[in-house]
């Protein structure tokens, strides 16, 4: 006599797929406060990229034209967005950046001048601070005397 072999579903059951959500749910809530970290990190790098290309053309700009060029913020804070200007044309602008989130903050000079041979008007070296929420994102751009921009961890 031989043995015809039990027809048997293929599957999970219940309690196996009741059990798999439930450890995805926990380790997705466990991941999730790192996510907001990198999300704000990754702002803050957007935001510092953004205002150092902008002092390079600044920079690039006041060579090529040989004028005075200034990068100055709207509304008199960084954050709300900056602008690349001929100061001595009103209303004349090579750039214009727009406002950046929320939670983002600049601090740094009431403005940036550049002469003609691509140098800061300004005397010193000029630091930005770009920040987050949080302490761990933050970093600066140096703006030294020659006029070249450097952005680096603060």
């Not at 059951?13 to 997705?28: G, P």
């Not at 960084?78 to 100061?87: E, F, K, T, V």
């Amino acid at each position: 006599m031989t043995k015809t072999p039990r027809n048997r579903n293929a599957g999970f059951s219940l309690i196996e797929l009741i059990v798999t959500v439930t450890i995805a749910a926990i380790l997705a809530s466990i991941a999730a406060p790192s996510f907001t970290s990198i999300i704000e990190s990754q702002r803050v790098r957007a935001a510092s990229s953004d205002l150092y290309s902008s002092l390079t053309l600044a920079r690039s700009e006041a060579i090529k034209r040989n004028i005075d060029i200034t990068l100055t913020p709207i509304s008199d804070n960084w954050a709300s967005g900056w602008q690349i200007a001929h100061p001595s044309v009103a209303g004349s602008f090579i750039e214009e950046h727009p406002a950046l989130a929320n939670n983002i903050t600049i601090t740094g000079p009431t403005s940036v001048v550049y002469s003609n041979s691509g140098r800061m008007q300004a005397g010193a070296n000029v630091t930005f601070t770009v920040a987050g929420d949080t302490a761990s994102s933050q970093r600066c751009i140096y703006v030294a005397l020659s006029g070249r921009p450097a952005v680096k961890s603060c």
